[in-house]
Every structure is written in structure tokens, then in C-alpha cells.
């Protein structure tokens, strides 16, 4: 232990060297993001469906959206909307030399109907962003389960989705 704790010092300053969990799990590349810029269609909502296996690795997520103009996101669990297989995102490893990949399926527009349980609503000014990370407040998605993003906004406004996430096996 004590070669582990020299190991954090930085010899010029004597400074503790620390990283957060979050970075810590960037670092072993299981770290995740995906941006989503979009302008909104005439149906004046752009909805982005998640679904995460049924394995213990569990998705710690936060988000940010903004848009153009004053806008609301809603989100939701069990959603019943299904997958699209055209229209999967595909997040990229924050570890740009890892080969690992993220077990969540994301797609946008995805089909059928049945939001689900809302579970966090927020309206945003325009240009305004709308954040879980302050605080690091985020969100373990359950395992198993299918997540409906939806933003609603003015037509041909150009909204922006980012969604940061690490995968980590409970324990």
C-alpha cells in the first residue's frame, strides 16, 4: 500500500495526484459518450430511446441538452417505443485507445407508442443548458430496461443531446 500512495504524490510539488470515479473508469475504458445535434422536425420533438442489458454492469449516465428556443425534456422509464435498427447511435469510448464497447442500444426516433414513467422533466430557455453534472448528479439507469429521451421544441430549431457515461459491475 504505501508504493501505491508514493505513486500519487508528484515529486516536483509534493501535490496528491487524485481522479474522481467517473475519470477513474474514462481511464479503464469504461468511460462513454455520444453528442447528438439535431434540428427539430415538424413534429416539433426529437426522442432518443435507450435500453440497457440485463447484466450487473449498470450504466452511471448524466446529460445535457440545449436548444435554440425555450424547450422541455421529459424523461421516461419502461418505455414500450422499440428499438429501430436504422436509426442506432453509436456512443464512443472515452478512452480513445480502448477497444471495449458500451452494452446500452441507443437509437433516435424509435417506433411504436407507450412513453412510459416519467422520471425527471425540466424546461430550458433558449440557448439556456439543462444539466444533470453539476453536482455529478447522475443516474443509474436499472438493468433490463428501456428509457425514452423526448425534447420538445420549436420547429427547425437545432437542438444538442449529450449523454456521458461509465459502465461499472455492481458489486
Not at 469504461?30 to 426522442?47: D, F, M, Q, R
Not at 417505443?81 to 442500444?105: M, Y
Request: hydrophobic share 35%; charged share 20%; with cysteine.
Amino acid at each position: 500500500m504505501g508504493d501505491k500512495l508514493l505513486n500519487t504524490i508528484e515529486s516536483l510539488t509534493q501535490a496528491l495526484k487524485i481522479i474522481d470515479y467517473p475519470h477513474h473508469e474514462i481511464h479503464g475504458g469504461n468511460g462513454y459518450s455520444l453528442s447528438y445535434p439535431i434540428t427539430i422536425p415538424a413534429a416539433n420533438e426529437v426522442e432518443i430511446r435507450i435500453a440497457t442489458p440485463d447484466t450487473t454492469k449498470w450504466a452511471h449516465m448524466v446529460w445535457s441538452f440545449t436548444n435554440d428556443s425555450d424547450f422541455t425534456v421529459d424523461v421516461y422509464e419502461t418505455t414500450t417505443k422499440t428499438d429501430v435498427v436504422g436509426n442506432r447511435l453509436t456512443p464512443i469510448n472515452a478512452n480513445r485507445n480502448s477497444a471495449n464497447t458500451s452494452g446500452l442500444t441507443i437509437c433516435h426516433t424509435p417506433a411504436g407508442a407507450g412513453d412510459g414513467n416519467l422520471i425527471w422533466s425540466y424546461a430550458g430557455g433558449a440557448n439556456k443548458q439543462v444539466t444533470t453534472e453539476e453536482g455529478r448528479h447522475e443516474f443509474i439507469l436499472k438493468q433490463n430496461t428501456a428509457y425514452l429521451i423526448n425534447l420538445s421544441g420549436a420547429q427547425n430549431d437545432v437542438a444538442h443531446l449529450v449523454f456521458d457515461w461509465y459502465e461499472h459491475t455492481n458489486k
